[in-house]
T-cell receptor
Framework: DARVTQTPRDKVTEMGQEVTMRCQPILGHNTVFWYRQTMMQGLELLAY????????DSGMPKDRFSAEMPDATLATLKIQPSEPRDSAVYFC????????????FGQGTRLTVV | QKEVEQNSGPLSVPEGAIASLNCTYS??????FFWYRQYSGKSPELIMSIYSNGDKEDGRFTAQLNKASQYVSLLIRDSQPSDSATYLC???????????FGQGTTLQVKP
């Protein structure tokens, strides 16, 4: 059963700490999206990769967020330093191909910064 | 203007009725359109994709696309209480490759 795997599922951290979220895309998928979901803003696109290359990260606060894809089986989203306003659910989604790119979501990481 | 717009609802329909969910988008060059369903506390789940003008049917679901009007809709026939969820419209920009979501419409199906 192919699926996107995200870790951790839940994370509570103190303001100022570094947070790293991980995503394993579905095998064979070449596109990875990172989203943040809050009640107020809905699903916001933070960054996305195709064939491991970052294509757009304009949705991310540049000073504290970074996204990387060190290999085809791992994408990471890092926040340093974290702030209470970063509290949200972070989703990773993967897809394949250039045209349609049906994207499939992981279970998400619920981040709480206190 | 938001890139993808949906009425947040809630949309309430009785069990067995047809639910109609609507979405408009601003990027005229978009070619791929998707509907996702999200239950409370869960991740979005892809339920329909549509790429050409017209209707596409899958079981009780029908997606409709009108590129000239920049309009996408989802019809759910014979609505069931288990269909109660938030429905997200997503549009893939052919220029940027970004997959952009609307705010979602909350559907409530009352027994």
């Amino acid at each position: 059963d192919a699926r996107v795997t995200q870790t951790p599922r839940d994370k509570v951290t103190e303001m100022g700490q570094e947070v790293t979220m991980r995503c394993q895309p579905i095998l064979g998928h070449n596109t990875v999206f990172w989203y943040r979901q809050t009640m107020m803003q809905g699903l916001e696109l933070l960054a996305y990769f195709r064939n491991r290359a970052p294509l757009d990260d304009s949705g991310m606060p540049k000073d504290r967020f970074s996204a990387e894809m060190p290999d085809a089986t791992l994408a990471t989203l890092k926040i340093q330093p974290s702030e209470p306003r970063d509290s949200a659910v972070y989703f990773c989604a993967s897809g394949k191909g250039q045209g349609g790119t049906e994207a499939f979501f992981g279970q998400g990481t619920r981040l709480t910064v206190v | 203007q938001k890139e993808v717009e949906q009425n947040s609802g809630p949309l309430s329909v009785p069990e067995g009725a047809i639910a109609s969910l609507n979405c408009t988008y601003s990027d005229r060059g978009s070619q791929s359109f998707f509907w996702y369903r999200q239950y409370s506390g869960k991740s979005p789940e892809l339920i329909m994709s549509i790429y050409s003008n017209g209707d596409k049917e899958d079981g009780r679901f029908t997606a409709q696309l009108n590129k000239a009007s920049q309009y996408v809709s989802l019809l759910i026939r014979d609505s069931q209480p288990s269909d109660s969820a938030t429905y997200l419209c997503a549009v893939l920009s052919s220029n940027t490759g970004k997959l952009i979501f609307g705010q979602g419409t909350t559907l409530q199906v009352k027994p």
